[in-house]
């Protein structure tokens, strides 16, 4: 699966455009490199995603093309939020 599309799936950004926007800027950081937003990512990938009042750094446990808003925090762990 896509970064972008993971990071809206995953409900980390609000939406799609958002996701490619942040890639495009170099905020978005897959296993400690800088990525664009057609980046596939794997389970067990780590990323960083910085806003502008901080940064979240995650796992990603499972990858699944559609989540229910409950579920979607069941995609990833929080390794540091900032």
Known sequence: MRIDKFLKVSRILKRRTLAEEACDKGKVYVCGKPVKPGHRIKVGDVVEVFFAGGSVKF??????????????????EIIQEQ
Not at 59 to 68: A, M, N, P, S, Y
């Open 59 to 76: 796992r990603i446990l499972d990858v699944r093309e559609t989540v229910k808003k409950d579920e979607a925090s069941s995609l990833y």
